[in-house]
Structures are given as C-alpha cells and as structure tokens.
C-alpha cells in the first residue's frame, strides 16, 4: 500500500463517498478545489502538491483513477479525479464498504431484540437511519468495537436494579474500569434523545445516569433530627447524633422506619444551606438531596411519607430552573412536599442578591409553567420570568433567611 499523505488521501476517501450515496449514476468524480483540499493549493506546502500528484498518478496508472489536469499544467496542478475500480480502492485503503458496515451494525442490533420500551425506539430509528442512509451518531459505522461497547452500556444501563459504582459497572460490562467513562457522552446523548425520564433532569448528567442507579462514588445521605429506625433487627435512634449523621444510601434502602419526634421534614438541596438550616430548624428532621436526590434517598423517603403520614413536609432550593426540578422530582416520590419560602416576595427582600435569567432559562422556565407538579409555583414563576431573576439559596443563607 502507498504511503499516502493527507491529501490523497482525502482524495481518494471523498471518492469513495461519493460511490455509496444511493442511486449514484453519474460519473464518480472530485474536483480539485482550494476550499475542500486547502494543502494542495498551499505555496508553503509545496511537497504536499508533488506528492499528492505522484501517489495519484500510480494508481492511474492501475486505472484505479482517472487524472485530469489543468490545461498546460500536466504533471503540475490536478482538476479533478475519476474513480474507475472501487473495490480495488477499498483493499488500498482497507476501507470495508458501506453495505458490509451496514450489515455489521445490523448484525450487532439483532442481538438485542427483543427489548421494550425506548430502548426499542431507539434500535427501531437505527435503523431507519441506515435505511435512509442518514447518521446514526453516536454510533460510527466505520468503528465496530465502539459501537457493540455503547450498545452493551445502554442496555446495561437498563437492566440495573440497585445502584452499582460506575467502574464496577464498567468491568462487569465492558471489561474495563474506565471504558464507561470513553463511552459517557454517547450514551448521555442516547438516553437524553430516547429515554423519556432524562429530559427531568435538565443537563445535569451526574443525576441522569444516577436516575439509572450508577454511581461515581458510593453515597452517603446527611441526616439531621430525631428518627428511629431498624436494620436487621437492630434499633438505631439517629437523634443522637448530632449536628448531623452520614449514612450509606444501601443501609437507608434496608432500613425501615419506625418512628420520630420531629414535626416535619425539610429535604434540603445544596450542602451550605444543610449546614446553615441545621442551627434554625431544631424541630425537624433535615435530609440533604445533594441535587437530585438518587433513587436510594427516592425510596427512603417514600418509606418516611408511608410511615409518619402526619408530618408536613417542605423542600428547601434554588430559585431556579434546577431548584424547580428538584422539587418536580421529588413530589413524584413524595406529592405532598411543598416549597420552602414559595413565596414571590422573597425576591424584594434578597435585594441585589438575584442573578439575572439567560435566555434558555427564560425557556425552560416557560415550560415548567406548565409543568403538572409544579401547580403551586405558578406565581413564583411568574415573578421570575417577569422581573429576570433567579436566586440561589445559599444567597438568603448570607441574609438570614
């Protein structure tokens, strides 16, 4: 095979291109231009001109191409290439062709059928996608091993039960600690575009792949109040521990309630404002969701909702569009907790405290006004999108809120 530099190269793969788009009859040429081969015409790259034209002219010369030059400029400039072998062209360039890829990929998808739901749709669009020869990111026909990796990681993804950390997950898998991580972006892409409880959780990719139950490290929830509860026979009496206590989320998946002295329950989102509410709120049993909470604390807490049905409950955010999801995703665990502070006028007293919205916030928080489960916020909302505002909590933390 000839050493090819890039622009022969390129030559040649556009060749190839051009030959597997559908019903192609006309003559299989590529014009020579300054805008698609911009190192041919480089007067400070002269070698690259030479020797793209001497590794062509061997492959004429197999009648694997077909050379026109400028006029007068023979052996100098080229205007265009004509493919005149494909497959002989494929062997130089151990390019496999787009119908054996297609088969390959074909292949691959057969061995996950039959699945449901979005996992289904998205096989099914694979496959119109290669019917209708359009792409099918971020899946490369041209990388086998990349493709059967994603496809295994997805499915992997749905078969999980209980959380798993994410390097366990990926040698179980995919047969090496950090191969999810190579992986990562394409599957995020996959689940945001299929998987209808993804688009909840915003851009935050941390919470969507938790929302899978895999994990970047194992968790543990902050706790704060008094709360009896047993494990394996045992009785734990959390109120104890003070300021607050540290427990693993598998621990809280085992554990049941049994009782509390506390009058409510805050969920709390950001870790400062955990700290800060800890002082102020004595009387209540405080719980840190960290963002999102994870399918662990989701459970744990629909285990506090069924066991103390008489305590009212509150969720304590930003004032923004994540601030707003949290609290979306927390009353499909636990319908009745309401926002902390819902109301509007905390604006006026936060002060030169609020950040203004940018436009995709100003979006999102359009649809969140229609958004089922967030009925009671219509008028906070409102406020938001009328004065520009958002406002983090750590912000009334400083104020004394």
Not at 76 to 103: S, T
Not at 224 to 247: M, T, W
């Amino acid at each position: 095979m000839l050493n090819l530099n890039k622009t022969s190269n390129a030559i040649l793969q556009q060749l190839l291109d051009q030959h597997e788009q559908p019903e192609r009859q006309r003559v299989n040429r590529v014009q020579i231009k300054a805008a698609k081969f911009s190192r041919y015409f480089d007067d400070k790259q002269i070698d690259e001109r030479q020797q793209t034209n001497n590794y062509l002219v061997e492959l004429a010369k197999n009648q694997i191409i077909k050379l026109y030059w400028r006029k007068w400029e023979e052996g100098n400039w080229l205007e265009a290439v004509d493919l005149l072998d494909a497959a002989a062209l494929y062997r130089l360039l151990k390019r496999q062709p787009l119908a054996e890829q297609q088969q390959a990929l074909r292949t691959l998808l057969a061995e996950y059928v039959p699945v449901q739901g979005w996992l289904a749709d998205w096989l099914a669009w694979l496959e119109q996608q290669l019917i209708q020869q359009r792409s099918i990111q971020p899946l490369d026909l041209t990388d086998p091993a990349w493709n059967r990796d994603v496809l295994r990681a997805i499915y992997g993804l749905t078969q999980l039960e209980t959380p798993i950390l994410e390097r366990l997950f990926s040698v179980g898998w995919l047969g090496q600690s950090k191969r999810f991580s190579e992986l990562e972006g394409a599957v995020l892409r996959v689940l945001r575009q299929f998987a209808p409880q993804a688009k909840q959780f915003g851009d935050n990719d941390r919470a969507l792949l938790q929302a899978f139950n895999l994990e970047k490290v194992p968790e543990y929830v902050l706790l704060a109040g008094d709360l009896q509860l047993e494990l394996h026979g045992n009785r734990l009496e959390l109120g104890a521990f003070r300021p607050s206590l540290g427990l693993p989320s598998s621990m809280l998946r085992q554990a049941q309630v049994l009782d509390s002295a506390c009058t409510e329950i805050i969920t709390i989102e950001n870790l400062t404002s955990f700290h800060s509410m800890l002082a102020r709120q004595p009387q209540a049993l405080l719980i840190y969701t960290g963002g999102f909470a994870s399918p662990s604390l989701c459970q744990f807490l629909s285990k506090l909702a069924m066991a103390l049905p008489n305590l009212t409950w509150y969720h304590w955010g930003d004032y923004d569009v994540g601030g707003l999801r949290i609290l979306a995703h927390l009353r499909q665990h636990v319908a009745k907790i309401r926002l902390w502070q819902p109301d509007p006028a905390i604006f006026q007293r936060a002060g030169k405290a609020t950040q203004s919205l940018n436009s995709k916030e100003r979006q999102s928080l359009t649809e969140l006004q229609q958004h089922p489960l967030l009925y009671d916020c219509q008028a906070l909302i409102g406020a938001m999108l009328e004065q520009n505002i958002k406002l983090e909590q750590e912000q009334l933390d400083l104020l004394g809120h």
